[in-house]
């Protein structure tokens, strides 16, 4: 054999041990991809005689070995013991193998290092950092995380933003998920966890622990509703979080792009902590109904629409952050004025009960309203005089709490 070409085999078999060793990758590892590679590409490249050999039923097998770095390829039977089989290395097949070795040095490299970047990350899961927006992928944006990027899917963006390359935001390191691409850092900048992170960040008495979250309801993008609570006493919550002439929850605001924020202080008192998440709607009478489970909040009149909000959102996330099932009726005589929500929902007309198919020909024709139904239910394609029929009956139960 070639005394140079020797040489430079016996040279690469060393770089397998060096570079296993830098990398911390098993050396049985790269030298197991290796022998599989070698397999394949003798097939590709010798396809006449590895046919022949299939056909009579052997078995291909090659190694490289590490001691000298040459690469050969092995026939015999299913089973057989390395001494019974019988070599058939074609010539020239060297500088083949050896190209084939390096690409898959190259690859076990990459995802090594992979797999050791997402084993650090693993360990921020559930934290806020900062990245910086390095491009779109479809309808995924990848965010740069410094030694890792990570991937924000559709759903866990929020839809009034637009994401500039090489903008700077904070984003919600929510998990290490298997996609179609392989093991991926999930991030997320509509999870209410960011919120929490924010002012975990923002507030030194969150972070120290004299300060504690403890619910977050949110409407990414628009509107979101804090409640805290002291465990220091003569440290106030809602004080520390909203900061000397509101600094702290400000710079929170404006990482979120200007959505809104409400703190509030937490209270073991039910009555009174409803009556807080319901903010700024004032003069509040509280009942609870124990066949329905619902907590019936009576609200003055010109208190109404605040206690609503715009499209229920103040009443919606009101019921999220208390994890309470809410009535708003109002105690003008004669009023039909009704809203029931549990916080849940993801539109606002799914307040109403409506069967699945319904509600998503609905949301499709954009009718995501209770007021978006009056008078143009004929719009949507599918719905038919009966379904109208049963819409009108479920908006006129879900308006009239006599109804109900």
């Known amino acids: 054999m070639d005394t140079q070409a020797l040489t430079a085999r016996t040279e690469f078999a060393a770089a397998i041990n060096q570079i296993c060793s830098e990398r911390n990758i098993p050396t049985q590892t790269v030298l197991s991809a290796i022998n599989s590679a070698l397999v394949a590409s003798f097939k590709k490249d010798f396809p006449e005689q590895a046919l022949k050999l299939e056909e009579e039923g052997k078995v291909i097998t090659a190694e490289v070995d590490p001691d000298n770095g040459q690469f050969r390829v092995f026939v015999g039977n299913e089973g057989d013991e390395k001494k019974k089989l019988k070599e ?125 979250v403890k619910a977050v309801a949110r409407e990414a993008g628009s509107r979101s509703k804090i409640a805290v609570e002291s465990t220091q006493v003569g440290v106030d919550p809602v004080g520390s979080c909203v900061g000397q002439k509101g600094v702290r929850v400000q710079a929170v605001i404006t990482e979120l792009n200007n959505e809104k924020i409400d703190i509030i202080q937490y209270s073991e008192d ?19 109904d124990k066949d329905s489970g619902e907590t019936i909040v009576t609200v003055p009149a010109d208190q109404l629409s605040l206690a609503i909000g715009r499209g229920g959102q103040n009443v919606k996330l009101a019921a999220k952050l208390t994890n309470t099932k809410l ?20 539109y606002e007309i799914d307040q109403l009960g409506l069967d699945t198919k319904t509600r998503n020909l609905l949301v499709t ?33 879900y308006k009239t709490p006599e109804a109900k």
Not at 135 to 152: E, F, P, Y
Not at 270 to 288: F, M, Q, T, V
């Open 88 to 212: 058939i290395t074609p010539p020239g097949f060297g500088r083949i193998a050896a190209q084939a070795a390096k690409q898959v040095i190259l690859q076990t490299i990459r995802e090594a290092e992979r797999d050791s970047i997402l084993a650090d990350y693993e360990q921020h899961i559930g934290e806020v950092m900062t990245g910086m927006v390095q491009r779109m992928d479809g309808r995924n944006v990848v965010i740069d995380l410094g030694k890792g990027t990570g991937v924000m899917p559709q759903e866990e963006q929020v839809h009034s933003e637009f994401y500039r390359l090489n903008s700077r935001i904070s984003v919600f390191l929510k998990e290490i998920a298997e996609t179609p691409k392989g093991r991926q850092i999930i991030i997320s900048r509509a999870d209410p966890k960011l919120l929490e992170g924010l002012f975990a960040r923002e507030v030194p008495e969150v972070s120290a622990g004299s300060v504690i």
């Open 270 to 288: 039910k009555d009174k902590y409803i009556k807080a998440a319901l903010a700024p709607a004032e003069g509040l009478n509280i009942k609870y």
């Open 327 to 346: 009535r708003i009726v109002s105690d003008s005589a004669g009023s039909e004025t009704s809203i029931v929500t549990t916080g849940e929902e993801e």
């Open 365 to 397: 024709a954009g009718l995501t309203k209770i007021e978006d139904l009056s008078g143009r239910l004929d719009e949507v394609k599918g719905v038919g005089p009966k379904t109208q029929e049963k819409i009108k009956n479920q908006l006129a139960a």
